[in-house]
């Protein structure tokens, strides 16, 4: 199979673990959860506190690179019953596969370029089509970070139609806004991707293909993981997801830059920065430099930004440390509502 993987400038051992998204969170709550598909658009899931009374409030959840929308799932049940003891305002977290990731990887009208640009692009096409108020807000972990930035860079200029509008805050969870440069690097990002990229579209079970991975050099719990990447179907199992659109992703991924973004954030909106304080990816130039973007609020012509650290946590921030998280971001949310 030809090799589609780049060889650049290395990422740290560790950037697997801060791309690939965890297991939910153990916590349960009441909630109500309906998964659904648009034609020609991604697939995604609703959850409201009760769908019986009509939301007032959006709020878009998207994953990281290989994750899906179930990943986040138990974090936007908290989420959302906290922000519903709001008298006011009602909420609904719309999580979302993009594209090559989860029910979206099997949606037909979703072809490449695969970049993040079509990945935003593709946000826009299912506001349109469902007839959907714009979100108030859009929250991104790792590559969905940086989605996420592209989005409100592409509304910003209406690339999507008057419809589609300037959410009015951008939650970027332990992802670094510009390009992704590192020299101490092994590449094991580029080493799980090329391994699975040599492997045939089916395997013979779960087992064999965690067998081979640990045969192959790997750790015990990712092998396992990427073993849980496989579904079921017609008797075989083969990816939940597209790997090579994926692997283009993670070019992308790596190679744009929202720093100008940052830099003249457009008026009425907010870009709040996550950083995980046990997170290796970020070094001290970055901090320094988002630090001093993170300035007072000035006389409303532009934009803010905000920076906060996300305490005891790793790069799996809703799983690592999802009380913190929602301490930083529920009263922010519950801020929007009048």
């Given at each position: ?36 598909r ?142 992704v ?55 075989e199992?083969t ?72 305490p005891?946590?790793g ?5 690592d ?18």
């Amino acid at each position: 199979m030809a090799r589609l993987i780049r060889n650049k400038q290395g990422i740290p051992s560790t950037l697997l673990t801060r791309f690939l998204n965890s297991p939910s969170s153990l916590l349960t709550l009441p909630y109500y959860s309906t998964s659904k598909r648009s034609l020609q658009t991604l697939a995604y899931e609703e959850i409201q506190a009760n769908p019986n009374k009509p939301y007032t409030h959006t709020a878009f959840i998207l994953h990281g690179l290989l994750g899906s929308a179930r990943n986040w799932r138990s974090f936007s049940r908290t989420l959302v019953s906290s922000l519903s003891d709001s008298p006011s305002g009602k909420w609904r977290m719309v999580l979302v596969d993009l594209r090559n990731h989860g029910n979206s990887a099997e949606m037909e009208g979703l072809g490449p370029p695969h970049d993040l640009l079509n990945a935003a692009k593709d946000l826009g096409n299912l506001i349109n089509s469902k007839g959907w108020d714009s979100p108030d807000v859009v929250i991104g972990h790792s590559m969905g970070g940086k989605v996420a930035l592209q989005f409100a860079k592409s509304c910003g200029n209406r690339d999507y139609g008057e419809n589609v509008k300037l959410p009015k805050q951008l939650w970027v969870l332990d992802s670094v806004p510009g390009e992704v440069t590192s020299d101490n690097s092994d590449g094991e990002v580029e080493k799980v991707l090329q391994t699975l990229q040599s492997l045939p579209s089916t395997v013979p079970s779960r087992k064999w293909l965690v067998n081979h991975m640990l045969e192959l050099g790997f750790s015990k719990s990712l092998s396992e993981w990427v073993g849980t990447n496989l579904k079921r179907a017609g008797g075989e199992d083969t990816w939940a997801f597209n790997l090579e659109g994926a692997v283009q992703m993670f070019h992308s991924y790596w190679e744009l830059s929202y720093w100008s973004l940052l830099e003249h954030p457009p008026k009425g909106l907010e870009i709040s920065i996550v950083r995980a304080e046990k997170s290796d990816r970020w070094d001290a130039d970055v901090i320094t430099w988002l630090e001093r973007l993170a300035s007072p609020e000035g006389d409303g012509s532009a934009g803010k930004i905000s920076v906060h650290v996300l305490p005891s946590s790793g790069h799996w921030v809703h799983v690592d440390n999802p009380k913190g998280l929602l301490e930083i971001m529920a009263p922010k949310l519950k801020s929007l509502v009048p």
